[in-house]
Protein backbone atom coordinates (compact mmCIF):
# COMPACT_ATOMS: atom_id res chain seq x y z
CA UNK A 1 0.00 0.00 0.00
CA UNK A 2 3.31 2.29 -0.15
CA UNK A 3 2.13 4.23 2.99
CA UNK A 4 4.91 6.79 3.52
CA UNK A 5 5.54 7.02 6.54
CA UNK A 6 5.10 3.38 7.21
CA UNK A 7 2.34 2.42 9.74
CA UNK A 8 3.56 0.50 12.86
CA UNK A 9 1.44 -2.61 11.28
CA UNK A 10 -0.92 -2.98 8.43
CA UNK A 11 -2.86 -5.69 6.91
CA UNK A 12 -1.90 -6.48 3.37
CA UNK A 13 -5.29 -5.50 1.55
CA UNK A 14 -7.71 -7.38 0.78
CA UNK A 15 -10.60 -8.14 -1.88
CA UNK A 16 -12.96 -6.34 -0.17
CA UNK A 17 -12.30 -2.30 -1.48
CA UNK A 18 -14.38 0.46 -0.47
CA UNK A 19 -15.60 2.72 -3.46
CA UNK A 20 -16.41 6.39 -2.80
CA UNK A 21 -19.42 7.27 -4.60
CA UNK A 22 -21.78 9.97 -4.53
CA UNK A 23 -23.35 8.66 -1.66
CA UNK A 24 -20.61 7.92 0.64
CA UNK A 25 -21.56 9.85 3.60
CA UNK A 26 -18.83 11.39 6.13
CA UNK A 27 -19.96 11.03 10.14
CA UNK A 28 -17.78 12.54 12.15
CA UNK A 29 -18.25 11.91 15.99
CA UNK A 30 -18.29 15.41 18.30
CA UNK A 31 -14.32 16.69 18.05
CA UNK A 32 -13.63 15.15 14.96
CA UNK A 33 -14.67 17.92 12.97
CA UNK A 34 -11.49 19.38 11.90
CA UNK A 35 -10.57 16.09 10.14
CA UNK A 36 -14.32 15.91 8.92
CA UNK A 37 -13.93 19.58 6.69
CA UNK A 38 -10.48 18.85 6.17
CA UNK A 39 -11.60 15.40 4.31
CA UNK A 40 -13.95 17.34 2.43
CA UNK A 41 -11.95 19.77 1.34
CA UNK A 42 -9.09 17.32 0.34
CA UNK A 43 -10.83 14.21 -1.17
CA UNK A 44 -14.23 16.32 -2.34
CA UNK A 45 -11.64 18.19 -4.14
CA UNK A 46 -9.87 15.17 -6.03
CA UNK A 47 -13.08 13.53 -6.47
CA UNK A 48 -15.66 15.90 -6.97
CA UNK A 49 -17.69 13.95 -3.76
CA UNK A 50 -19.78 15.88 -1.56
CA UNK A 51 -19.62 13.57 1.49
CA UNK A 52 -22.38 14.45 2.95
CA UNK A 53 -23.06 14.22 7.20
CA UNK A 54 -24.51 10.79 7.45
CA UNK A 55 -26.65 9.84 10.44
CA UNK A 56 -24.14 7.15 12.04
CA UNK A 57 -26.34 4.56 11.93
CA UNK A 58 -24.55 1.50 10.27
CA UNK A 59 -24.06 2.44 6.74
CA UNK A 60 -21.67 0.84 4.94
CA UNK A 61 -21.73 3.58 2.30
CA UNK A 62 -20.14 5.49 5.21
CA UNK A 63 -16.44 7.10 6.37
CA UNK A 64 -16.88 7.33 10.18
CA UNK A 65 -14.26 9.36 12.43
CA UNK A 66 -14.22 8.91 16.05
CA UNK A 67 -12.50 9.33 19.06
CA UNK A 68 -11.15 6.22 21.06
CA UNK A 69 -9.43 7.32 24.43
CA UNK A 70 -7.91 3.67 24.64
CA UNK A 71 -5.99 5.13 22.35
CA UNK A 72 -2.79 7.83 22.56
CA UNK A 73 -3.60 11.21 21.30
CA UNK A 74 -1.97 10.89 18.12
CA UNK A 75 -2.70 7.15 17.64
CA UNK A 76 -5.26 5.86 14.91
CA UNK A 77 -7.12 2.88 13.83
CA UNK A 78 -7.89 2.20 10.23
CA UNK A 79 -10.22 -0.47 9.03
CA UNK A 80 -11.97 -0.48 5.26
CA UNK A 81 -14.04 -2.97 4.40
CA UNK A 82 -17.09 -3.37 1.94
CA UNK A 83 -19.59 -4.49 4.22
CA UNK A 84 -19.10 -1.47 7.06
CA UNK A 85 -17.35 1.18 5.12
CA UNK A 86 -14.05 3.59 6.50
CA UNK A 87 -14.02 3.41 10.07
CA UNK A 88 -10.81 6.26 11.32
CA UNK A 89 -10.12 5.77 15.35
CA UNK A 90 -8.09 8.86 16.80
CA UNK A 91 -7.42 8.49 20.26
CA UNK A 92 -7.61 12.30 20.04
CA UNK A 93 -8.09 14.70 16.92
CA UNK A 94 -4.84 14.74 16.01
CA UNK A 95 -4.90 11.08 15.72
CA UNK A 96 -8.13 11.26 13.90
CA UNK A 97 -6.59 13.83 11.30
CA UNK A 98 -3.25 11.55 10.59
CA UNK A 99 -5.49 8.46 10.45
CA UNK A 100 -7.14 10.71 7.26
CA UNK A 101 -3.92 10.88 5.84
CA UNK A 102 -3.24 7.54 6.21
CA UNK A 103 -6.74 7.12 4.08
CA UNK A 104 -5.22 9.83 1.35
CA UNK A 105 -2.87 7.75 0.46
CA UNK A 106 -4.20 4.52 0.25
CA UNK A 107 -6.51 5.85 -2.37
CA UNK A 108 -3.86 6.79 -4.97
CA UNK A 109 -1.99 9.69 -6.30
CA UNK A 110 -5.51 11.32 -7.88
CA UNK A 111 -6.32 12.01 -4.11
CA UNK A 112 -3.83 14.36 -4.01
CA UNK A 113 -5.25 16.49 -7.23
CA UNK A 114 -7.22 19.30 -6.78
CA UNK A 115 -10.06 18.62 -9.72
CA UNK A 116 -11.18 15.10 -10.84
CA UNK A 117 -8.72 13.87 -13.21
CA UNK A 118 -11.07 10.58 -14.36
CA UNK A 119 -14.69 11.32 -13.60
CA UNK A 120 -16.02 8.20 -14.86
CA UNK A 121 -13.19 6.17 -12.21
CA UNK A 122 -14.93 5.27 -8.69
CA UNK A 123 -12.08 5.98 -6.18
CA UNK A 124 -11.86 2.82 -3.72
CA UNK A 125 -10.14 2.33 -0.21
CA UNK A 126 -8.13 -1.19 -0.47
CA UNK A 127 -9.77 -3.25 2.61
CA UNK A 128 -7.09 -3.05 5.49
CA UNK A 129 -6.89 -3.12 8.80
CA UNK A 130 -4.12 -0.38 10.24
CA UNK A 131 -2.61 0.23 13.70
CA UNK A 132 -0.16 3.15 14.07
CA UNK A 133 1.07 5.79 16.33
CA UNK A 134 3.62 8.01 15.69
CA UNK A 135 7.30 7.66 17.43
CA UNK A 136 8.08 11.14 18.38
CA UNK A 137 5.94 13.67 19.56
CA UNK A 138 7.81 16.63 18.09
CA UNK A 139 8.41 15.91 14.08
CA UNK A 140 9.23 19.47 13.33
CA UNK A 141 10.60 21.22 10.44
CA UNK A 142 12.20 24.46 10.27
CA UNK A 143 11.30 27.35 7.75
CA UNK A 144 14.46 29.93 7.68
CA UNK A 145 12.11 32.61 6.18
CA UNK A 146 14.79 35.45 7.13
CA UNK A 147 17.02 34.75 4.72
CA UNK A 148 15.06 34.67 2.43
CA UNK A 149 11.15 35.57 2.31
CA UNK A 150 8.61 32.98 2.06
CA UNK A 151 4.96 34.66 1.28
CA UNK A 152 2.05 33.49 3.28
CA UNK A 153 0.67 31.70 0.38
CA UNK A 154 3.93 29.23 0.42
CA UNK A 155 4.10 28.35 3.73
CA UNK A 156 0.45 27.66 4.28
CA UNK A 157 1.23 25.44 1.50
CA UNK A 158 4.20 23.98 3.29
CA UNK A 159 1.98 23.22 6.10
CA UNK A 160 -0.24 21.34 4.22
CA UNK A 161 2.50 19.49 2.70
CA UNK A 162 3.83 19.00 6.65
CA UNK A 163 0.24 17.16 7.48
CA UNK A 164 0.41 14.91 4.19
CA UNK A 165 4.19 13.36 6.18
CA UNK A 166 2.25 13.48 10.13
CA UNK A 167 4.82 16.07 10.34
CA UNK A 168 3.44 18.52 13.54
CA UNK A 169 5.81 20.83 14.63
CA UNK A 170 6.63 24.10 11.77
CA UNK A 171 9.69 26.06 13.71
CA UNK A 172 9.39 29.24 11.82
CA UNK A 173 12.98 31.43 11.94
CA UNK A 174 11.60 34.93 12.13
CA UNK A 175 14.05 37.19 12.73
CA UNK A 176 17.98 36.64 11.47
CA UNK A 177 20.80 39.37 9.94
CA UNK A 178 19.33 39.01 6.72
CA UNK A 179 15.81 40.32 7.64
CA UNK A 180 13.37 40.87 9.99
CA UNK A 181 9.62 39.11 9.25
CA UNK A 182 7.15 39.74 12.03
CA UNK A 183 5.12 43.22 12.37
CA UNK A 184 5.51 44.49 15.97
CA UNK A 185 3.64 47.43 16.45
CA UNK A 186 5.26 49.12 19.28
CA UNK A 187 8.42 48.88 17.22
CA UNK A 188 7.61 49.27 13.62
CA UNK A 189 11.00 50.14 12.09
CA UNK A 190 11.71 46.35 12.25
CA UNK A 191 9.71 45.57 9.53
CA UNK A 192 9.66 49.01 8.08
CA UNK A 193 13.77 49.06 7.86
CA UNK A 194 14.50 45.45 8.73
CA UNK A 195 12.73 43.24 6.49
CA UNK A 196 14.07 45.02 3.38
CA UNK A 197 17.60 44.37 1.73
CA UNK A 198 19.00 45.99 -1.17
CA UNK A 199 20.53 43.30 -2.35
CA UNK A 200 21.59 39.93 -2.01
CA UNK A 201 25.30 37.76 -2.06
CA UNK A 202 24.45 34.90 -4.69
CA UNK A 203 25.70 31.60 -3.98
CA UNK A 204 28.33 31.38 -1.21
CA UNK A 205 29.11 34.10 0.61
CA UNK A 206 32.90 33.63 -1.07
CA UNK A 207 31.02 34.29 -4.30
CA UNK A 208 31.74 37.11 -6.22
CA UNK A 209 28.26 37.38 -7.59
CA UNK A 210 25.57 39.52 -6.26
CA UNK A 211 21.99 39.78 -7.30
CA UNK A 212 21.02 43.41 -7.63
CA UNK A 213 16.63 42.90 -7.04
CA UNK A 214 16.23 44.18 -3.55
CA UNK A 215 14.63 41.45 -1.66
CA UNK A 216 12.56 41.66 1.59
CA UNK A 217 8.97 41.02 3.31
CA UNK A 218 6.85 40.19 6.21
CA UNK A 219 3.98 38.70 7.89
CA UNK A 220 1.65 40.79 9.30
CA UNK A 221 0.09 39.52 12.75
CA UNK A 222 -2.95 38.77 10.82
CA UNK A 223 -1.06 36.81 8.53
CA UNK A 224 0.55 35.27 10.97
CA UNK A 225 -2.32 34.02 13.17
CA UNK A 226 -4.11 33.09 10.16
CA UNK A 227 -0.51 30.54 9.41
CA UNK A 228 -1.03 29.48 12.82
CA UNK A 229 -4.99 28.71 12.98
CA UNK A 230 -4.49 26.97 9.24
CA UNK A 231 -1.12 25.21 11.30
CA UNK A 232 -3.46 24.14 14.02
CA UNK A 233 -6.78 23.15 12.41
CA UNK A 234 -4.28 20.43 10.99
CA UNK A 235 -2.07 19.38 14.65
CA UNK A 236 0.41 21.43 13.90
CA UNK A 237 1.82 24.08 16.37
CA UNK A 238 3.98 26.79 15.23
CA UNK A 239 6.77 27.57 17.55
CA UNK A 240 8.17 31.29 16.63
CA UNK A 241 12.34 32.10 16.86
CA UNK A 242 13.40 35.32 17.70
CA UNK A 243 16.72 34.93 17.72
CA UNK A 244 18.91 36.92 20.71
CA UNK A 245 21.62 37.90 20.96
CA UNK A 246 23.41 36.98 17.75
CA UNK A 247 21.77 36.86 14.50
CA UNK A 248 20.61 40.48 15.03
CA UNK A 249 21.87 43.08 12.53
CA UNK A 250 18.32 43.39 10.58
CA UNK A 251 17.41 44.34 14.37
CA UNK A 252 20.31 46.79 14.66
CA UNK A 253 19.99 48.13 11.40
CA UNK A 254 16.50 49.19 12.69
CA UNK A 255 16.88 50.89 16.35
CA UNK A 256 20.69 51.29 16.31
CA UNK A 257 20.80 51.46 20.34
CA UNK A 258 20.47 47.74 20.42
CA UNK A 259 23.91 47.08 19.19
CA UNK A 260 26.94 47.90 21.35
CA UNK A 261 27.41 51.96 20.09
CA UNK A 262 30.24 51.77 22.18
CA UNK A 263 32.21 49.79 19.59
CA UNK A 264 31.16 50.41 16.26
CA UNK A 265 28.78 52.89 14.67
CA UNK A 266 25.47 50.76 14.64
CA UNK A 267 23.85 53.87 12.78
CA UNK A 268 25.83 53.21 9.74
CA UNK A 269 24.44 49.47 9.51
CA UNK A 270 22.01 47.72 7.00
CA UNK A 271 19.84 44.78 6.80
CA UNK A 272 22.89 42.24 6.22
CA UNK A 273 22.96 41.14 2.29
CA UNK A 274 25.68 38.28 2.77
CA UNK A 275 26.04 35.19 4.67
CA UNK A 276 28.06 33.58 7.37
CA UNK A 277 28.43 34.66 10.70
CA UNK A 278 28.37 37.93 11.94
CA UNK A 279 29.89 39.87 14.64
CA UNK A 280 26.91 42.65 14.90
CA UNK A 281 25.13 41.12 18.56
CA UNK A 282 22.71 43.24 20.93
CA UNK A 283 24.38 45.05 23.79
CA UNK A 284 23.89 43.40 27.02
CA UNK A 285 21.73 46.43 28.13
CA UNK A 286 18.66 46.66 30.66
CA UNK A 287 17.04 48.72 27.03
CA UNK A 288 18.05 45.69 25.26
CA UNK A 289 15.97 43.45 27.66
CA UNK A 290 12.99 45.77 27.84
CA UNK A 291 13.22 46.18 24.33
CA UNK A 292 12.93 42.28 23.21
CA UNK A 293 10.27 41.73 26.10
CA UNK A 294 8.04 43.89 24.37
CA UNK A 295 8.51 42.52 21.18
CA UNK A 296 8.06 38.99 22.80
CA UNK A 297 4.63 40.42 24.47
CA UNK A 298 3.34 40.41 20.59
CA UNK A 299 4.59 37.55 19.66
CA UNK A 300 2.88 35.73 22.49
CA UNK A 301 0.07 37.38 21.85
CA UNK A 302 0.18 35.36 18.28
CA UNK A 303 1.26 32.25 18.92
CA UNK A 304 -0.43 30.26 21.77
CA UNK A 305 2.64 27.50 21.37
CA UNK A 306 3.89 26.34 24.55
CA UNK A 307 7.08 26.56 23.13
CA UNK A 308 9.55 29.77 21.96
CA UNK A 309 12.36 29.47 20.35
CA UNK A 310 14.94 32.50 20.95
CA UNK A 311 18.06 31.19 19.22
CA UNK A 312 21.54 31.57 20.91
CA UNK A 313 23.25 30.23 18.14
CA UNK A 314 26.52 31.85 16.54
CA UNK A 315 26.61 34.91 18.91
CA UNK A 316 30.92 35.79 18.77
CA UNK A 317 31.53 37.48 21.15
CA UNK A 318 34.46 39.79 19.61
CA UNK A 319 32.29 43.20 20.22
CA UNK A 320 30.96 42.11 24.14
CA UNK A 321 34.98 41.84 24.85
CA UNK A 322 35.77 45.39 23.42
CA UNK A 323 33.14 47.12 24.91
CA UNK A 324 33.04 48.80 28.68
CA UNK A 325 29.38 48.88 29.12
CA UNK A 326 29.48 44.86 28.02
CA UNK A 327 32.50 44.02 30.66
CA UNK A 328 30.81 46.09 33.23
CA UNK A 329 27.83 44.95 32.97
CA UNK A 330 29.93 41.14 33.43
CA UNK A 331 31.12 42.64 36.75
CA UNK A 332 28.11 43.90 37.61
CA UNK A 333 26.17 40.70 36.87
CA UNK A 334 28.91 38.90 38.35
CA UNK A 335 28.46 36.17 35.48
CA UNK A 336 32.65 35.92 34.65
CA UNK A 337 32.99 36.45 31.18
CA UNK A 338 30.95 36.88 27.52
CA UNK A 339 29.99 32.99 28.25
CA UNK A 340 28.13 34.01 31.32
CA UNK A 341 26.61 37.37 29.80
CA UNK A 342 25.10 35.09 27.05
CA UNK A 343 24.19 32.91 29.86
CA UNK A 344 22.59 35.62 31.55
CA UNK A 345 20.41 36.52 28.26
CA UNK A 346 19.32 33.27 28.06
CA UNK A 347 18.56 32.92 31.68
CA UNK A 348 16.50 36.36 31.47
CA UNK A 349 14.06 35.06 28.85
CA UNK A 350 13.84 31.80 29.95
CA UNK A 351 12.22 32.88 33.44
CA UNK A 352 10.59 35.80 31.87
CA UNK A 353 8.61 33.11 29.43
CA UNK A 354 8.40 30.94 32.21
CA UNK A 355 6.44 33.76 34.09
CA UNK A 356 3.40 33.64 30.92
CA UNK A 357 3.59 29.64 30.85
CA UNK A 358 5.87 29.13 28.11
CA UNK A 359 9.15 27.36 27.46
CA UNK A 360 12.22 28.85 26.01
CA UNK A 361 13.72 26.64 23.30
CA UNK A 362 17.63 27.43 22.39
CA UNK A 363 20.24 26.17 19.78
CA UNK A 364 22.82 24.19 21.53
CA UNK A 365 25.47 26.96 22.14
CA UNK A 366 22.67 27.73 25.38
CA UNK A 367 25.13 25.05 27.02
CA UNK A 368 28.04 26.85 26.22
CA UNK A 369 30.21 27.82 29.22
CA UNK A 370 28.74 25.34 31.14
CA UNK A 371 26.23 27.33 33.64
CA UNK A 372 23.37 25.55 34.42
CA UNK A 373 20.18 26.04 31.86
CA UNK A 374 16.87 27.38 33.71
CA UNK A 375 14.29 24.75 34.46
CA UNK A 376 12.06 23.66 31.35
CA UNK A 377 14.78 25.24 29.25
CA UNK A 378 14.70 23.19 26.28
CA UNK A 379 17.80 22.72 23.49
CA UNK A 380 18.10 21.96 19.81
CA UNK A 381 20.90 19.89 19.31
CA UNK A 382 22.32 21.18 15.81
CA UNK A 383 26.30 21.00 16.15
CA UNK A 384 25.57 17.02 16.71
CA UNK A 385 24.61 14.89 19.20
CA UNK A 386 26.87 16.39 22.27
CA UNK A 387 24.48 19.12 22.79
CA UNK A 388 21.40 16.85 22.92
CA UNK A 389 23.41 14.54 25.11
CA UNK A 390 24.74 17.10 27.62
CA UNK A 391 21.41 18.80 28.26
CA UNK A 392 19.84 15.29 28.79
CA UNK A 393 22.22 14.07 30.85
CA UNK A 394 20.81 17.39 33.08
CA UNK A 395 17.13 16.76 32.65
CA UNK A 396 16.52 18.90 29.87
CA UNK A 397 14.30 17.94 27.01
CA UNK A 398 16.03 18.08 23.66
CA UNK A 399 15.06 18.03 19.68
CA UNK A 400 17.76 16.60 17.34
CA UNK A 401 18.30 18.23 14.47
CA UNK A 402 21.85 17.80 13.80
CA UNK A 403 23.27 19.54 11.02
CA UNK A 404 25.46 16.27 9.74
CA UNK A 405 22.35 14.66 8.91
CA UNK A 406 19.19 16.74 8.85
CA UNK A 407 20.06 19.99 7.08
CA UNK A 408 18.04 19.93 4.23
CA UNK A 409 19.79 23.22 2.17
CA UNK A 410 23.04 20.88 2.42
CA UNK A 411 23.46 19.04 -0.89
CA UNK A 412 21.80 15.75 -1.76
CA UNK A 413 24.10 14.42 -4.06
CA UNK A 414 28.11 14.28 -4.56
CA UNK A 415 29.23 16.16 -7.84
CA UNK A 416 29.33 19.38 -10.07
CA UNK A 417 25.60 19.03 -10.70
CA UNK A 418 23.14 20.08 -7.36
CA UNK A 419 22.64 23.80 -7.34
CA UNK A 420 24.89 25.77 -5.07
CA UNK A 421 25.91 22.72 -3.55
CA UNK A 422 26.50 23.52 0.27
CA UNK A 423 27.22 21.58 3.12
CA UNK A 424 27.28 17.31 3.30
CA UNK A 425 26.10 15.25 0.99
CA UNK A 426 22.84 13.97 2.46
CA UNK A 427 20.91 11.79 -0.13
CA UNK A 428 17.57 10.54 0.27
CA UNK A 429 18.95 7.32 1.56
CA UNK A 430 20.86 8.77 4.23
CA UNK A 431 18.27 10.67 5.72
CA UNK A 432 15.88 7.83 5.57
CA UNK A 433 18.94 5.96 7.28
CA UNK A 434 19.31 8.58 10.19
CA UNK A 435 19.35 7.20 13.61
CA UNK A 436 18.24 9.78 15.85
CA UNK A 437 18.56 7.65 19.35
CA UNK A 438 22.43 6.84 19.28
CA UNK A 439 23.13 5.06 22.62
CA UNK A 440 24.20 8.13 24.73
CA UNK A 441 20.47 9.60 24.08
CA UNK A 442 18.52 6.06 23.82
CA UNK A 443 19.60 5.73 27.65
CA UNK A 444 17.59 9.38 27.83
CA UNK A 445 14.90 8.32 25.51
CA UNK A 446 12.52 10.58 27.99
CA UNK A 447 14.17 13.59 27.61
CA UNK A 448 13.73 13.33 23.72
CA UNK A 449 10.74 15.36 22.31
CA UNK A 450 11.99 14.72 18.82
CA UNK A 451 13.55 15.33 15.46
CA UNK A 452 13.56 18.38 13.42
CA UNK A 453 14.67 18.96 9.69
CA UNK A 454 15.97 22.40 8.90
CA UNK A 455 16.15 24.15 5.74
CA UNK A 456 17.86 27.27 6.08
CA UNK A 457 17.65 29.47 2.92
CA UNK A 458 21.10 31.52 2.37
CA UNK A 459 20.95 29.53 -1.14
CA UNK A 460 17.39 28.82 -1.34
CA UNK A 461 16.11 31.83 -3.04
CA UNK A 462 12.42 31.03 -3.39
CA UNK A 463 9.39 28.12 -2.74
CA UNK A 464 10.41 26.47 -5.77
CA UNK A 465 13.81 25.63 -4.81
CA UNK A 466 12.61 24.66 -0.96
CA UNK A 467 10.55 22.26 -2.71
CA UNK A 468 13.66 21.20 -4.35
CA UNK A 469 15.85 20.92 -1.20
CA UNK A 470 12.56 19.33 0.87
CA UNK A 471 11.48 16.77 -1.30
CA UNK A 472 11.89 14.07 -1.40
CA UNK A 473 14.34 14.09 2.07
CA UNK A 474 11.01 15.29 3.87
CA UNK A 475 8.92 12.13 3.09
CA UNK A 476 12.80 10.33 4.43
CA UNK A 477 12.75 12.23 7.76
CA UNK A 478 9.13 12.28 8.01
CA UNK A 479 9.44 8.12 8.38
CA UNK A 480 12.36 9.02 10.71
CA UNK A 481 10.35 11.00 13.15
CA UNK A 482 6.89 8.87 12.66
CA UNK A 483 8.14 5.64 12.40
CA UNK A 484 9.29 2.87 14.88
CA UNK A 485 10.30 0.75 12.34
CA UNK A 486 11.55 2.18 8.62
CA UNK A 487 11.80 -1.37 6.56
CA UNK A 488 12.47 -1.36 2.66
CA UNK A 489 11.34 2.06 1.12
CA UNK A 490 12.82 2.70 -1.79
CA UNK A 491 9.42 1.12 -3.77
CA UNK A 492 7.02 3.01 -1.69
CA UNK A 493 9.44 6.32 -2.24
CA UNK A 494 8.36 5.47 -5.62
CA UNK A 495 5.08 4.97 -5.08
CA UNK A 496 4.80 8.57 -3.15
CA UNK A 497 6.75 10.28 -6.05
CA UNK A 498 3.46 10.44 -7.83
CA UNK A 499 1.54 11.51 -4.73
CA UNK A 500 4.27 14.41 -4.62
CA UNK A 501 3.79 15.41 -8.85
CA UNK A 502 -0.22 14.77 -8.15
CA UNK A 503 0.23 17.96 -5.54
CA UNK A 504 2.69 19.75 -7.50
CA UNK A 505 5.80 19.71 -5.73
CA UNK A 506 9.48 20.67 -7.86
CA UNK A 507 11.05 17.65 -5.98
CA UNK A 508 14.35 16.84 -7.21
CA UNK A 509 14.16 14.25 -9.50
CA UNK A 510 16.11 10.64 -8.03
CA UNK A 511 18.05 10.75 -11.17
CA UNK A 512 19.56 14.42 -10.30
CA UNK A 513 17.45 18.07 -10.90
CA UNK A 514 16.09 18.98 -14.43
CA UNK A 515 18.00 21.32 -16.74
CA UNK A 516 15.56 24.66 -14.78
CA UNK A 517 16.49 23.51 -11.42
CA UNK A 518 20.43 23.92 -11.61
CA UNK A 519 22.63 26.91 -10.96
CA UNK A 520 25.58 26.71 -13.13
CA UNK A 521 28.36 28.85 -12.07
CA UNK A 522 26.77 30.09 -8.96
CA UNK A 523 30.02 29.17 -6.49
CA UNK A 524 28.72 26.87 -3.47
CA UNK A 525 30.51 25.38 -0.61
CA UNK A 526 30.80 21.38 -0.53
CA UNK A 527 32.00 19.26 2.76
CA UNK A 528 32.91 16.32 2.69
CA UNK A 529 30.73 13.34 2.50
CA UNK A 530 30.10 11.92 6.00
C1 LIG B 1 22.24 27.04 13.16
O1 LIG B 1 22.32 26.29 12.18
N1 LIG B 1 23.00 28.12 13.23
C2 LIG B 1 21.32 26.77 14.23
Given at each position: MDVIPLPRSAEAPGPSAVPLTARTTLWAAPGTEDTALWLRTALGAAYGLPLPP????????????????????????????????????????????????????????????????RPDATPAVPSTRIEDAPRFRWRGLLLDVARHFMPKDGVLRVIDLMAAHKLNVLHLHLTDDQGWR????????????GAWRPRTKLGHRASPLWDDRPH???????????????????????????????????????????????????????????W????????????VLRFYEEVLEEVLDVFPAPFVHLGGDE????????????????????????????AWFTGHFARWLAERGRRLVGWDEILDGGRPLPDGAVVSSWRGFEGGIAAARAGHDVVLC?????????????GAGEPVPIGYVRTVEDVHAFDPLPAELAAHRERVLGVQANLWT?????????DYQLFPRLAAFAEVAWSAERGEFAGRLDAHLERLTALGVEYRPLTGPHPWQQRPGLPGRPLPHL
Open positions: GTGDPDPAAVRLLLDDALEPEEYRLHADAATGVEIRGGGPAGVLWGAQTLRQLLGPDAFRRAPVVEIHRHPRLTEVGGFYTQDDLREIVAYAAARHITVVPEIDIPGHSQAAIAAYPELGNTDVIDTAALGVWDTGVNPNVLAPTERCPKEQWRASATAQARIRELGVGDEDGLQPEQHVYLDHRQAPEVVEDGRRA
